[in-house]
């Protein structure tokens, strides 16, 4: 089955800085990867999305890209604000089976 | 419209008790999942489906069974608890899975064996 790696576990940014959080996958069939943001005992929501014909993709603030030949895939987040904080996830999906990063912890000092 | 509702929030089992998470939705999404959440591991996936009638097996399904009878519902049960079982779990559905579509969660059931 595909396997996930995200890191960091955790990062602790300025507010106003960028935060970056990647992710390598192990399965080149692996074709759609979404970004969750979890806050303390909420359910996880979708932020963006990737498909895999697809480079880069941006949402105000939030960006993300994907380098297929390398099966690795980045979110990045300008301009972080405290409200960022939270834990968030990565996951692509294989043949229908959704695989997630174990999550990186997000903090954005004021 | 609710999105995905999940019941109960909260359940405390003993070993070996038996019970079923439900989980609906109102959103005429054909894919639904099921996962739990344990600290530092992000989500796992328990099974799955694609349609009323078809269910197939996650990365951790022993000790789950899941029928899909109708679009709106998709049950998990328990067999036998065990406290390995303790978990969050969490329900999502999406109208995938051909193209893929984000997934919508449910709130979660926080379940403790005892």
């Known amino acids: 089955g595909e396997n996930v790696e995200q890191h960091p576990s955790t990062l602790s940014v300025q507010e106003g800085d960028s935060a970056v959080i990647k992710c390598t996958y192990s399965?080149?069939?692996?074709?759609?990867f979404p970004w969750y943001k979890q806050e303390l005992g909420k359910r996880p929501q979708l932020i963006i999305d990737?498909?895999?014909?697809?480079g880069e993709k941006k949402d105000q603030r939030i960006a993300v890209t994907l380098n297929k030949t390398a099966k690795h895939f980045s979110l990045h987040i300008t301009e972080t604000q405290p409200e960022d904080s939270a834990v968030y996830f990565c996951a692509a999906d294989n043949f229908n089976k959704f695989y997630f990063g174990s999550g990186t912890k997000l903090n954005v000092k004021p | 419209n609710a999105g995905v509702t999940q019941t109960p929030k909260f359940q405390v089992l003993k070993t070996g008790q038996s019970m079923t998470l439900q989980c609906a939705q109102d959103m005429n999404h054909e894919y639904m999942s099921w996962y739990r959440q344990d600290p530092g591991m992000g989500l796992r996936l328990i099974h799955y489906s694609v349609g009323a009638g078809i269910t197939d097996q996650g990365e951790v399904p022993n000790g789950y069974n899941v029928s899909r009878s109708t679009t709106e519902d998709f049950p998990l049960r328990l067999l036998s608890a065990a406290p390995s079982q303790t978990s969050v779990y969490f329900c999502?559905?999406?109208?995938?899975?051909?193209?893929?579509?984000?997934?919508?969660f449910g709130d979660g059931t926080r379940l403790s064996i005892l």
């Open positions: 990737i498909r895999s014909n697809v």
């Open positions: 999502a559905s999406s109208s995938g899975p051909n193209p893929n579509q984000p997934q919508h």
């Open positions: 399965d080149s069939a692996s074709n759609y």
